[in-house]
C-alpha cells in the first residue's frame, strides 16, 4: 500500500518529530510512503478567522497537489475536518466545476492517522511498546467532526506497557480553538486552566492526543506550571518499540 | 408597603457593551460567579442527558423539528399572514413592529390607550432585545417583571446572564439581601423555599390587581392564530388569565404551521432547556374567550433585523432556534465566562450569531470569536442549528468589512494572516520563512529551548503558556536528507 | 385597518424578498408540510395497565397524590379525598357532574364569579380532557367541566378527576386524539407537576404560583 503524508504546515515547522514518528510506523506496518515536498497548508487559520478569500487559494492548491496520491495520511485531526467540513463551501464558492470533481474524488482516500491504521489497514495492534501512564485528550475536531468514537483508544489498549487513565469530563473543550488563543486569550487561559485540572487528576505521566494543536496549549502550559507532566502526539507512542523508544515532544 | 421605587434592571444593550475580550476579564477574576455558572450547567446539563438518553427517538426528533422550523422559515410570509387572518377571527389585534422603536410605540400606545400606568410582565427575552423597560419607565409606566428570576434581577438591579435561569449568577444570601431591601421583609432566611414564598406573596398582591400584562410568545400556530407560553413558574398563567388586558410580543420567526407541530417541539424543548419531560406549565390561547381570560388581547409581531437574517442562506438557520439554551448549557466558554459578558440578552452559542445579525453586523462584532468553534452547541441543539458553521460565516463577514477599514493594515493579526496566506502559496516561500522564523524565535528562546515571552500577538499566548522553540532541523528537511536519494530507511 | 399597516407591507416584502430564492406556491407548500420527516415515535407501545402505570409513577414524581378508582366507587373517593385535604370550602366548573360535588363541604358553582370570589375558595374539583403517561402530563381544555382558566390557578388544591380512556401515553397520541375527537383546543393548558423554580441556586422549589397541591384520581372506565 502506498500513501502520501500530509504532515500539516505546523507539524512540519514546529513538531517534525511526530511526522517521523508516523514515517516510522507506518513504514513498520508494511506501508510505502511519500512526501510532496511542495505541501504548505490546508487554509484552516485563515478560514476559521474569517479570512476566506485567503483560504480559497490555499484550498484550491492542496486538492491539486494530492490529485494523484493514491492515499493521503494526516496526523491532525482538524486539518482533516477542515477538508471535510469546509472545504466543499469554499470550492462551491469559487464556481470551479473541475476542482470540485478533483475534491469529490480525493477525499474518500484522506484520512486522518487513526482512521488510516483502524479502517483502512485494519490494525489495532500496531507492535508498540510504550511503558508509562497515559491519559488521552479527544481533541474537538476529532471528536465531533471526524467521530473518531473508539479509534485512539483501541490503538492504546493495545499499547504494550501502557497504562491508561481515563480522562473525565473528555468532551469538554481544552480552549485552543486556533486564532481563539490569542484573540480570546483570557478566556482560553481560563478553559485551559480547568482542562489541566482534569488532565493531571488523572496521574498520568503523558497527555496524548490525535492534535498537537491542543497539545500545544496543554503542553505550553504544563511546562509554564513545572506540572510534572508532559504531552506527546498518539503517533509517537505508536511508533515506540522497545529498540527505538519514544522521542518525547516536552 | 410601596413599590413606587422598584425601577427596572439594567438592559443588556449591544450598543453599548465592551468587546467580548474585555467584558469577560472582571468574569473570570470572579470564582464565586465562575462556580454558580458551572454548578448551574451541570444540573442542567446532567438532567438533560439522562432524558434524553431515555429518549431513543431524539435525533428522529431533532431531524423533524430541524426541518419543520426551517420550512416555516422558508414559507414565513404566509404562514405569518394565516396566523393574523385566524387571530384576528378569534377576537386578538395583530400589530407589525418592523423595528425595535416601533414596537416600544406599539405598546405604549396599547398601555396608553388602557391609561395603564404599571404592567405585569411575564419573562421576555424579546422586550429586553427591544429595551422596553426602560422606555416605558421613562414614559410613566411601571414595568413590573414577574418570574422569580426578572424579581430578583429587577429588585436587585442586576443584569440577567442566562436565558432560561436569568439569575444563575446571583446566589442564596445575595437573594436574601436583596428581598429584605426591596420588599420590606428584614425577617427573611436565606433558605430558598422561604425566599420563594416571599417571592409568590408578594407577586400574588399584583396578579390581582393590576389589569394589564405583556408577555412573549414562545410559538404562534398560523393554523388556529393560538399563541403559546412555555414557562414553569405559573406567572405565565397568572398574567394571561386574571388582567383585563393581555400584549403579547413575539418575534415573526416563532411562527410553526399547525397545532399538531407542538408534538414535535414540546417534547424537544423541555428536555433541552430544564432537563424536564415537559416544563410544569403550557398555557395555548387562541385570541379572546368571552368570560374567560383577557378580553383585550394584542400580538404585536416583532421583525427588527429577522428577515434580513432571512434573506441570507448560511445564516436563515439561526432563526430555527426555540430558545432552550442548552447550546449555552454545553459551551465551555459560557462556562467561564457567564452571560453577561456577551453583552446582550441572548447569551452563549446562539448569541454570539444572533446579536450581531440583529444589529446587522454593526454592533458586537466580538461575538462570533466568542467560541473556540469545539461544536459542542451543535450536538445539543434541538433544532440542529450549525453554529460553528454560521460563526464562520459571520466571521469573514466581519474580516471583510474591517478589512476596508484605513488602520487594519497596521493590525497584527491582518499582518500575520495575510503574510501567512503569501507564504503559504509556494512551498520555498513557505520554507524561507520557516527559516526566518527560526532564526527570529532564537531570540526569545531560553537555554531550555523553550519561549517564555513574545512580544506583541505572540505575548498573548505567552501570558499563560510556554512555547518550544522551533526546532533546528523541521520535517520536510529531514525527510529530504532521509530520503532524498530514494534512499530506503530500514523499518525496525 | 389598524395603524401599523406599512410596516406589515414592509415587514411581509422583506420576507417575500429574502425567501425568493425558495418561493413556494400554496400547493407546493402543503405538499412540503405534507412530506416533512416525522419519523419520532408517534404510538407507543405500552398496554393499557403499564400505561396507567407509568403515568401514576409520573405523577407521583410531582408530588401528586394518585388514588385509583372504578365509575362506581368514584363519589366516595371524591368524598375521601376532599375530607383527607382538611379543606371545606371548594369551587365547581359549571358543567361538574353534581355527583361529584360531595356532600358535607361548602360549594360554589363557577358562574362568571368574581376573583375575589374564587380567592376564597381553598380548593376546586374539575374534570381532565387527557392525560398523557410519558411525561406525566395532564391536559385540561377548559372546557364546561373542566372549568374557566382561573378556577384552576387560584385555588391552592385541586383535585382531578381522569378517566383511564382519557390516558394516553405518548405526546403525539395527544395531538391525534385532538384530531380524531377532542377538537383543537381554543384554550388549553397543559400541567406536568406544580409550578417550579431553580432559579434561586438551582435548589428546586416547589409551588410558587398555581396549585400547590395536585391531586388525581384515576377511574378504571
Known sequence: ?250 | MSHAAISTHAELDPRLAPPFPKAVLPVLRNPQLRKNVAHAIDVIQAKRAKLVAEKSDWQDLRTAASELRMHALENLGAYLEEFEVRCTAAGGTVHWAADAEEARRIILGLLRQENASEVIKIKTMTSGEIQLNPFLEANGVNAFETDLAEIILQLGELEPSHIVVPALHVNRSQVREIFARRMGRPELSDDPKELTNAARTFLRQKFLSIPTAISGANFLIAETGAVGVVESEGNGRMCLTLPKTMITLAGIEKVLPRFQDLEVTLQLLGRSATGERMNPYTSIWTGVKPGDGPQKFHVVLLDNGRSSILARKTERQTLKCIRCAACMNTCPVYRQTGGHAYGSVYPGPIGAILTPQLMQMKHAQTLPYASSLCGACYEVCPVKINIPQVLLELRSQVVNQERKEAGRIFDPMYLGLRAANLLFARAWIFHTAQWFGKVGLKLFTGKDGWIHWLPSMGGRWTQTRDLRGLPDENFHQWWAKQRGQNKRKEAK | MNSTAPSRERILTSIRNATKDIAVNPADRAAAYATLPRNYIRRGKMNTEAKLALLIERLREYDAEVVETTPAELPAVIKAQLTASGRHYFLAPEGLPSAWMASGFDWKIDRNLETAEIEKAEGVVTAASCGIADSGTIVLHHAANEGRRVVTLLPDWHLLILLASQVVETLPEYFDRCKQSLGIPHLATYISGPSATADIEMTRIKGVHGPRYLAVILVHD
Open chain 1, 1 to 250: 500500500m502506498r500513501a502520501s503524508l500530509f504532515i500539516t504546515c505546523y507539524n512540519d515547522t514546529l513538531y517534525p518529530e511526530t511526522g517521523r514518528a508516523v514515517v516510522r510506523l507506518l513504514e513498520r506496518l508494511g506501508v510505502e510512503l511519500e512526501f510532496n515536498p511542495k505541501q504548505t497548508c490546508c487554509g484552516q487559520m485563515h478560514a476559521n478567522t474569517g479570512f476566506r478569500a485567503e483560504a480559497f487559494s490555499q484550498a484550491k492548491r492542496l486538492v491539486r497537489l494530492y490529485n494523484d496520491a493514491e492515499i493521503v495520511v494526516v496526523p491532525s485531526s482538524s486539518c482533516v475536518a477542515m477538508m471535510r467540513e469546509q472545504y466543499p463551501g469554499l470550492i462551491e464558492e469559487m464556481g470551479n466545476a473541475e476542482l470540485l470533481k478533483q475534491y469529490t474524488e480525493l477525499m474518500p482516500r484522506v484520512f486522518e492517522l487513526s482512521e488510516f491504521l483502524i479502517d483502512k489497514l485494519g490494525v489495532e495492534d500496531v507492535g508498540a511498546y510504550f511503558p508509562h501512564r497515559v491519559t488521552y485528550h479527544a481533541s474537538c475536531h476529532g471528536l465531533r467532526a471526524l467521530e473518531l468514537g473508539e479509534r485512539p483508544y483501541k490503538l492504546l489498549a493495545k499499547v504494550r506497557g501502557l497504562s491508561f487513565k481515563q480522562l473525565p469530563n473528555t468532551d469538554r473543550c481544552c480552549g485552543f480553538g486556533g486564532t481563539f488563543s490569542v484573540k480570546n486569550a483570557e478566556v482560553s487561559s481560563a478553559m485551559l486552566a480547568v482542562k489541566l485540572q482534569d488532565v493531571i487528576s488523572t496521574g498520568a505521566e503523558y497527555c496524548t492526543a490525535l492534535d498537537n494543536s491542543c497539545l500545544m496549549h496543554l503542553g505550553g502550559a504544563m511546562h509554564r506550571q513545572y506540572a510534572g507532566m508532559k504531552t506527546i502526539h498518539m503517533a509517537q507512542i505508536l511508533a515506540s518499540t522497545n529498540e527505538t523508544p519514544a522521542e518525547a515532544t516536552l
